[in-house]
């Protein structure tokens, strides 16, 4: 295989990874504006689409080990290959962190939420924000872009914060009703801070491939 293939099909796997980045924000968006709407089917719908972000993984992964065992490519793209590989696998956590927040969406079922969601949509539309930008500091390999996205992820965490000890005071105020349902809305505001963290690690490799040094941010 010469230079020119491996840059095409390097070029591939760039394109499935963006791909993935969009996957990725739709079932986080969806996942999120299921439970606020209650809509169930759809969150039925997003676990089992999930399928489609593990394929594309899996795609990378296998094309990534096949590239770099058998085509000799050379350091930079051997680099650039790695990362795309691992990239995948940060992706891959986030669409299953959606079909997480899917699944407590299902078990809270119909019942009426024992606070208001304000933070967590928030949490939602920033992660969703945040999955754009990437793309786009994917394509345009821009560290600078991918820098300003990873320090958003404190704003995250401190939306976090705020989810956990509001729900933490609704559950001490009726333990016997709240606590179930308290303890899932606990989870659904880690997972979406646990977005933002591997958020920051694509972005952390998207550093790394354009100038050759890591970071870390956060």
Do not use: W
């Not at 729900?167 to 009703?177: A, C, F, I, Q, Y």
């Amino acid at each position: 295989m010469t230079n020119e293939d491996i840059v095409l099909s390097i070029g591939t796997l760039k394109e499935y990874t963006s791909g993935m980045i969009k996957r990725c924000q739709d079932a986080v968006t969806l996942s999120v504006d299921s439970m606020v709407n209650k809509n169930l089917e759809q969150a039925e719908k997003i676990m089992e689409s999930d399928d489609d972000i593990d394929l594309l993984r899996e795609y990378i992964r296998d094309r990534s080990i096949e590239l770099m065992a058998s085509k000799h490519p050379m350091t930079k793209d051997l680099k650039y290959i790695c990362v795309l590989s691992d990239i995948s696998t940060e992706l891959e956590r986030i669409g299953d962190y959606a079909v997480n927040i899917c699944k407590e969406t299902i078990a809270i079922g119909e019942d009426e939420y024992i606070k208001e969601l304000i933070d967590i949509p928030k949490m939602s539309d920033m992660c969703s924000q945040m999955l754009e930008d990437l793309n786009n500091a994917f394509l345009e390999e821009d560290a600078e872009l991918a820098y300003e996205i990873a320090l958003r992820d404190k704003e995250l965490d401190r939306l976090y914060l705020q989810i956990r000890d509001d729900s933490l005071k609704v559950m001490h105020r009726n333990p016997e009703d709240n606590i179930n349902q308290g303890v899932r809305l606990l989870f659904v505001g880690r997972y979406l801070e646990r977005i933002g963290d591997h958020i920051t690690n694509i972005c952390e490799k998207i550093i790394y491939a354009k100038k050759g040094t890591m970071v870390e941010i956060g």
